[in-house]
């Protein structure tokens, strides 16, 4: 078994005896990275200077008392919309190429008090704007098990480095399904948090009612680990939910007995690939011997997600990257004679397509004349979707169904229309819009490629996410598969 | 009939702040008018009484003393100014 296959507990465990230290860590996920990177090409920026000096002090902390908690000394990657002070962070666009933050995310401050090493940023659809890596501003992303194919987004880069083994994790941001459908593509662990529960300070906002930062892992024990160090209440963030945190390891207890499991129609429908809906009917079967029971329920409002999304997600971005204007920071242009010039400019040659053309949408849905019919409509919708859910969720536990329609498609298949690429997340929209918590994880393969098994659950309630997936990975060995690099 | 002309996308695109050309403004368009095509499916449900949903926590206001912290130096703050004069930002001239 190769040492990126290795659980957190079991690298703990090497590191507390001293069987490692932490600078081989780092460095095995250099090697790893400058073997495997050209192909896969995870990672916009590596931070080798500072993470092996970071290491060295790790070190000497070996064997004393100061050495703490599970995941030190562990090599991390983190997704490029997470700030980290003094170490580049473009979000995927080349309007921000030269950008250096001047402070942490929290997430990045609590990674730092766990004391994991940060050994590079990861690549992403521009801004989080794109379902395949296919619109990030520098390069393409690929799918670590067959690099013809992408590794979905826009959190790509997080998921292949995790599955291509550069790093034991990677922190990722979810959207519209960022994370999860990723993570699917890729055959590792992705969790969308309930929204509130992770901080959101640091990370660049692209629609601020719907993004959620979250753990992309090779196991569900590994999620929940990272999950603990990432997730509570935060002064800095003010939608930041001030409630009280979970022990999310106390929850992976493999039982999951009368456990009332609803499995919507629209999930398992139209558009779900045949294969894709075979693998979660096999996933069923398993948790049925498990004791779980399962039945068919409607989310009705499910297929007017993605339009809802566009209207809502578009808005606020619209909003939010006004920002970008080159005046305080990132790439100003240099075909500017006056201050208007600047902004235009600066904008149309740093942002890319896709960005622009979502900046627009939003832009149009709420100017006046198609506020209320755009998008003060797909507001009303959003509520429409989320009662869906709670409605569900007063009987059942959770819902559960395929992460995307289909396994990862070929790079260049779907460029042509946003709306066949927009499509590709009906499945993992409607948890952003409702706020609920969402994992993916691996179920199989379908024609050599990942298929993933989504587990939504109630608000707040990611502890019953997490027994009920790792009581699957328990019973099954998909988790094991790896892809041949 | 269009649900967008190629003259809303280019105020459209005047509003966002965003420089386009001729041709990036017909590509605009016919994918714009997709979308909104697409979009206009929420017109069969009948959304008539029910609340708009704008964030899904149920928070008030958040609010704190205000008081005086340090924060980023000025250095700090114009670390990725692209041109600066004087510890302030520098951008071209407002008026003539």
Redesign the interface.
């Known amino acids: 078994m190769s040492l990126f296959e290795k659980k957190i507990s079991e690298l703990h465990e090497l590191l507390h005896k001293k069987e490692m230290k932490v600078s081989e860590l780092v460095d095995a996920s250099f090697s790893r990275i400058s073997e495997v990177d050209d192909k896969v090409k995870a990672f916009l920026t590596l931070n080798e200077e500072g993470a092996r000096e970071q290491a060295k002090y790790l070190d000497s902390k070996m064997g004393t008392d100061e050495m703490r908690g599970l995941l030190f000394g562990l090599p991390i990657g983190v997704k490029d919309n997470i700030s980290t002070k003094g170490l580049r962070t473009t979000c995927g666009s080349q309007l921000l190429a030269?950008?250096?933050p001047?402070?942490d995310a929290t997430v990045v401050e609590q990674l730092k008090k766990a004391e994991t090493v940060t050994v590079g940023k990861l690549n992403m659809d521009e801004f989080a704007m794109g379902s395949s890596n296919e619109n990030s501003g520098f390069f393409q992303t690929r799918n670590p098990w067959n690099t013809d194919y992408v590794p979905g987004g826009s959190s790509g880069g997080s998921a292949a480095a995790v599955a291509a083994g550069e790093v034991f994790f990677s922190l990722g941001s979810d959207t519209g399904g960022s994370i999860r459908q990723p993570a699917a593509y890729c055959g590792v662990v992705g969790l969308k948090p309930t929204?509130?529960r992770v901080s959101r300070f640091g990370l660049v906002a692209f629609a601020s009612?719907l993004d959620q930062i979250g753990p992309i892992t090779n196991s569900v024990e590994d999620n929940a680990f990272l999950f603990q160090a990432i997730s509570g209440y935060d002064?800095m963030d003010?939608?930041s939910?001030n409630v009280e945190n979970q022990d999310y390891t106390a929850a992976l207890t493999g039982d999951i007995k009368g456990l009332k499991i609803a499995v919507p129609k629209e999930y398992i429908g139209e558009g779900v690939d045949e294969d894709v809906k075979n693998r979660i009917m096999d996933a069923l079967k398993v948790l049925e011997g498990l004791g779980a029971e399962w039945e068919e329920v409607s989310l009705p409002?499910s297929?007017?997600g993605?339009?809802?999304y566009?209207?809502l997600a578009s808005s606020e971005a619209?909003s939010n990257l006004?920002r970008f204007?080159?005046?305080?920071?990132?790439?100003?242009t240099e075909n500017?004679?006056?201050?208007?010039?600047?902004?235009?400019?600066t904008?149309?040659e740093g942002?890319g397509n896709e960005v622009?053309?979502r900046?627009?949408?939003g832009?149009?849905a709420l100017?006046s004349g198609f506020y209320d019919?755009?998008y003060?409509?797909?507001?009303?919708?959003?509520?429409?979707i989320?009662n869906d859910f709670d409605e569900v969720f007063e009987k059942y536990d959770v819902i559960l169904g395929p992460t995307a329609p289909t396994t990862a498609f070929k790079i260049g298949a779907k460029t042509d229309?946003?709306?066949t690429m927009?499509a590709n997340d009906i499945l993992t929209i409607p948890v952003n819009?409702?706020?609920v918590p969402a994992i993916s994880v691996p179920c199989g393969l379908s024609n050599g490629l990942p298929v993933g098994l989504q587990i939504i659950g109630k608000?707040f309630d990611e502890s019953t996410i997490y027994r009920v997936a790792h009581s699957y990975e328990q019973a099954t060995d998909h988790h094991q598969n790896k892809p041949q690099l | 009939m269009a649900r967008i002309t190629q003259e809303e996308v280019k105020h459209v695109a005047k509003l966002a702040r965003l420089a386009v050309t001729e041709e990036e403004a017909e590509m605009f368009t016919n994918q714009l008018d997709a979308i909104i095509g697409y979009a206009e499916q929420l017109k069969e449900l009948d959304t008539d009484g029910v609340e708009p949903t704008t964030h899904v926590l149920d928070m008030k206001n958040v609010l704190r003393e205000d008081e005086v912290k340090p924060w980023l130096t000025r250095e700090e703050a114009l670390k990725n100014t692209p041109d600066t004069q004087n510890g302030l930002i520098k951008v071209p001239a407002v008026l003539e």
Do not use: C, W
């Open positions: 030269n950008f250096e001047v402070f929204y509130g009612s002064k003010s939608t939910a409002h297929k007017y993605v339009a809802t566009y209207l619209s006004a204007d080159g005046v305080r920071y990132g790439v100003r500017a004679d006056n201050l208007l010039g600047l902004y235009n400019h904008r149309s942002f622009k053309r900046i627009m949408l832009t149009f100017s019919a755009y003060k409509k797909a507001q009303k919708v959003r509520t429409l989320k229309d946003p709306l927009y819009l409702a706020g608000a």
